[in-house]
């Protein structure tokens, strides 16, 4: 994971800001969203799309419920799309929010082979999307930015989901603005 880098007009800067500061969320103490994201596991695993669809639609309903905020659609396709580059290069988009609609697009199929997605590469998706959403609606962030605290809270959101313990982030900071995750050192912490 990198964030975006830091904006330089200032008011996108504030709202940049404010979000990386943002690194807590608050959670359910019960297990509606475990009971939720297991039943995504469940139709994912038996490949059934409607079914699917159907599951992550009932998680970003109490995921919203529980915030008070306004429950966004949600749709899952078939395969993700594939972008090819000029130099020989591809990427594979694994989902989306689109923010005037609110709409979620999570794939959960491969785009080469057309395998079913892992669980945690779907959930950790869809985790993703929704925070996007909560970004704007709960904290009120115009652009809601790839900052250290977004991929915090959804951090939080997908270890609470699986019912995991929450491990925390570890940055490092890029030339010319920016972090990763280092996930070597993450490993090391862990042992």
């Known amino acids: 994971m990198i964030t ?4 330089r007009a200032r008011a996108r800067r504030a709202e940049y800001e404010r ?5 807590e969320l608050a959670l359910p103490e019960d297990d509606r969203l475990v009971d939720a994201a297991r039943m995504i596991e469940q139709r994912l ?4 799309r409607a079914g699917l669809e159907r599951a992550c639609r009932t998680f970003v309903e109490r995921a919203a419920a529980f915030w008070g905020i306004p429950v ?3 749709d899952v396709l078939p395969k993700r799309p594939l972008r090819r580059y000029r130099d020989g290069g591809r990427t594979e988009l694994y989902g989306d929010y689109d923010f005037d609609s609110g709409l979620i697009r999570v794939f959960m199929r491969t785009a080469v082979q057309k395998k079913v997605t892992s669980f945690g ?5 869809l985790c993703h999307e929704f925070c996007h959403h909560l970004d704007r609606h709960l904290f ?3 652009d809601t930015p790839h900052t250290r605290g977004f991929y915090e809270r959804t951090a939080r959101l997908y270890h609470h989901a699986r019912g ?3 491990r925390p982030l570890v940055w490092t900071a890029l030339p010319g603005g920016g972090y990763r995750v280092d996930w070597a050192r993450m490993r090391r912490l862990r042992r």
């Open 19 to 23: 979000s990386d500061r943002t690194r």
């Open 140 to 142: 009120g962030f115009e």
């Open 45 to 48: 695993v038996a490949e059934d």
């Open 164 to 166: 995991e313990p929450y």
């Open 4 to 7: 975006d880098r830091v904006p």
């Open 121 to 125: 590469t779907l959930f950790s998706t």
């Open 72 to 74: 966004p659609p949600v």
